[in-house]
């Protein structure tokens, strides 16, 4: 059983950053492929970005975040984090991150784990 926590949402003008944070209890952190997702009002929840597991040398990313979010591991510390750059208002939603044993990807089938969610507000 892994029981993911986010944080670091808030409310950030456009052009903004923010770094998420995802803490997952659990002895077998690196053996996980990692995911954040997104769910804005009144839209299904999205794939955002995910990570490889152990070292996370290969990572996905959607496309309307590639080249402003970087989704990062540290497995030190059981945590994963997003770090958006250049936000947008179009990138408010609140933002879940998910923990797998599948293939890296955006598939929902991968992830067995999600954290409750953290809200992200991008103010134009």
């Known amino acids: 059983q892994v029981q993911l926590v986010e944080s670091g949402g808030g409310l950030v003008q456009a052009g903004g950053s923010l770094r998420l944070s995802c803490a997952a209890s659990?002895?077998?952190?690196?053996?996980?492929?990692l995911g954040w997702f997104r769910q804005a009002p009144g839209k299904e929840r999205e794939f955002v970005a995910s990570i490889s597991w152990w070292s996370g040398s290969s990572t996905i990313y959607a496309d309307s975040v590639k080249g402003r979010f970087t989704i990062s591991r540290d497995n030190a510390k059981n945590t994963v984090y997003l770090q958006m750059n250049s936000l947008k208002p179009e990138d408010t939603a609140v933002y879940y991150c998910?923990?797998?044993?599948?293939?890296?990807?955006?598939?929902?089938?991968?992830?067995?784990?999600w954290g409750q969610g953290t809200q992200v507000t991008v103010s134009s």
């Open positions: 659990g002895r077998t952190f690196s053996s996980y492929v």
């Open positions: 998910a923990a797998g044993r599948g293939s890296i990807g955006g598939r929902y089938a991968t992830y067995d784990y």
